[in-house]
């Protein structure tokens, strides 16, 4: 084509020629912003399986996001032994201590009401009141005792891998607020940056169609621009990992590498907040896979100190409803206790959350990573699975460019 009919035809469809960056740079967009939704919807599958549908990338592979977050997390944030050796067993019974002496009477009565409820009403109000003072007076230092071997032992009675696990994979919206509130910067990044580029490949694909008028130009550009700056704007969020000059002018360094600080600060507040949590602790302690030796804990601690402080009416009892009724009953009340613990040890929820200070270990150890540690944090979200988001966007682009070629040749 001559130059001057290149010109011309340029004045005269100008309009089509001008837009052609403005709707590039919105593909660009639209295909940034339509993988990132895919990242985290829908959050359960949608669709005809295997083949037919989608489920976010994130909530479809909850497990193993889970799994790597929780690497990430027991292996180089947060030593369980660490920050339960914070907890003042002491301070901890003193927490608890008014409503652990209602729980100490209420268990008491329970039991002798449903072992021997005729023997209880008939023992003289003095021992009762002997015996409950006496277990009542004991029960802050088992509680104390207890603490100080759970702490000395806390990886026989907490799976904190397991837990953490298991809140991701059952909460899988909560996976992807863990990822998504410390990555929105990077998002919108990735979402602007199909603007720039879009716009700037563009203005490449105006001028290649003013030069040849190929229909396949349009869909080419759009397929292009949809893989190429999906591709771009994934790289420029993790890399360089350390600041780099290029051409001696310009300074980069990856969008996610350069907010160390903030990420730091906003994954550990989200930590705290929904993970390593007093109840989630005490579910993972109360029910997790290691629960049975907590139990056996408990039990071993709550019948000695029956044992020990029944004293006056301990000869009364067992004689009454025998050594193996006078077990059962024991048992029977480190059960009950047991099963008391989550109401009672809230009681001490702030001290606790105070004093294990999660938020502020891990905002620290973040900012003690490497940059390719501190990297794997986000990195595993879109690696396994980007080249799906990268690819929708190249055929979004393709579809987009193909439309654009239909309206241009009629």
């Not at 006496?134 to 000395?152: F, G, N, T, Y």
């Not at 910067?185 to 940056?193: K, L, T, V």
């Not at 993972?284 to 408990?298: C, Q, Y």
Request: aromatic share 8%; net charge negative; glycine share 6%.
């Amino acid at each position: 084509m001559q130059l001057q009919e290149i010109v011309a035809d340029l004045a005269e469809h100008w309009p089509l020629y001008v837009s052609m960056p403005f709707i590039a740079a919105l593909i660009g967009y639209v295909t940034k912003r339509v993988a990132i939704e895919m990242m985290f919807r829908p959050i359960e599958f949608i669709g005809i399986r295997p083949f037919l549908g989608w489920q976010g990338v994130l909530p479809a592979n909850a497990e193993r996001m889970a799994a790597t977050a929780t690497d990430m997390l027991t292996n180089n944030l947060v030593d369980p032994k660490e920050i339960f050796a914070r907890l003042d067993p002491d301070q901890l019974a003193k927490e608890i201590e008014q409503p652990l002496l209602q729980v100490v009477e209420e268990i008491t009565e329970e039991v002798m009401e449903q072992y021997q409820p005729r023997l209880w009403e008939a023992l003289p109000s003095g021992a009762k009141e002997l015996l409950l003072r006496r277990v009542q007076a004991e029960a802050p230092k088992v509680i104390a005792k207890i603490m100080r071997e759970l702490s000395d032992n806390i990886e026989d009675v907490l799976d904190l891998k397991n837990m953490v696990i298991t809140n991701l994979v059952r909460d899988k919206s909560l996976l992807n607020r863990l990822i998504r509130d410390i990555s929105r910067p990077e998002m919108r990044f990735i979402a602007n940056s199909g603007l720039v580029f879009g716009f700037a490949l563009g203005c490449v694909q105006l001028l290649v169609w003013a030069l040849t008028k190929s229909p396949i130009v349009m869909p080419l550009f759009g397929l292009g621009i949809g893989w190429f700056t999906d591709w771009l704007a994934l790289k420029m969020i993790f890399l360089p990992r350390e600041p780099r000059e290029f051409f001696g002018l310009y300074t980069w360094q990856g969008v996610f590498q350069k907010r160390r600080d903030q990420v730091a600060a906003d994954y550990g507040d989200m930590i705290a907040r929904e993970i390593i949590t007093i109840p989630n602790l005490l579910e993972a302690i109360l029910k997790g896979p290691k629960a049975d030796r907590l139990f056996h804990l408990i039990g071993r601690e709550v019948q000695r100190t029956i044992d020990v402080q029944a004293g006056v009416v301990k000869p009364l009892v067992a004689a009454a409803v025998g050594t193996r009724k006078w077990q059962e009953m024991k048992q029977a009340a480190a059960l009950k206790a047991a099963e008391r613990v989550p109401d009672t040890i809230r009681y001490a929820e702030e001290y606790a959350v105070n004093a294990l200070d999660v938020r502020n270990t891990i905002v620290d150890r973040m900012r003690q990573l490497s940059p390719i540690e501190f990297e794997e944090l986000l990195r595993p979200a879109f690696r396994q699975d980007e080249w799906k988001l990268i690819a929708v966007g190249a055929i979004i682009g393709g579809l987009v460019g193909e439309l654009q070629a239909i309206l241009l040749l009629h």
